[in-house]
Nanobody, 125 residues
Framework: QVQLVESGGGLVQPGGSLRLSCTAS????????IGWFRQAPGKEREGVSC????????YYPDSVKGRFNISRDNFKNTVYLQMTNLKPEDTAVYYC??????????????????WGQGTQVTVSS
């Protein structure tokens, strides 16, 4: 059974950092691209970052470039999203998702087949 479980969210002050984890089970992580998405209240879900099978990474909103870093540890079956210099506009539920077999990274959520339950990130003073 394919499962993705996010963790690491929480409440942080502006300028702070968090590291989100996405732990996979039921499949071999290194065969798939994994993406991070987020959804803020009243907004559509947006792609944040993605890492391919070959460890290439991409970041979609300009606002996170230089602040977020995605990485993967296939031995631990885990993908990480390190977030630094967090801003109130980063507040959202963050989801990780697995692409379909043979598909690479995409900012479109429809390209991803399996999703985690999400973890809340709140940036507030």
């Amino acid at each position: 059974q394919v499962q993705l479980v996010e963790s690491g969210g929480g409440l942080v002050q502006p300028g702070g950092s968090l590291r989100l984890s996405c732990t996979a089970s039921g499949f071999t992580l290194d065969n798939y691209a994994i993406g991070w998405f987020r959804q803020a209240p009243g907004k559509e879900r947006e792609g944040v970052s993605c890492i391919s099978r070959s460890y290439s990474s991409v970041y979609y909103p300009d606002s996170v470039k230089g602040r977020f870093n995605i990485s993967r540890d296939n031995f631990k079956n885990t993908v990480y999203l390190q977030m630094t210099n967090l801003k109130p506009e980063d507040t959202a539920v963050y989801y990780c998702a697995r692409a379909a077999l043979g598909y690479g990274c995409s900012r479109e959520s429809r390209s991803f087949v399996y999703w985690g339950q999400g973890t809340q990130v709140t940036v507030s003073s």
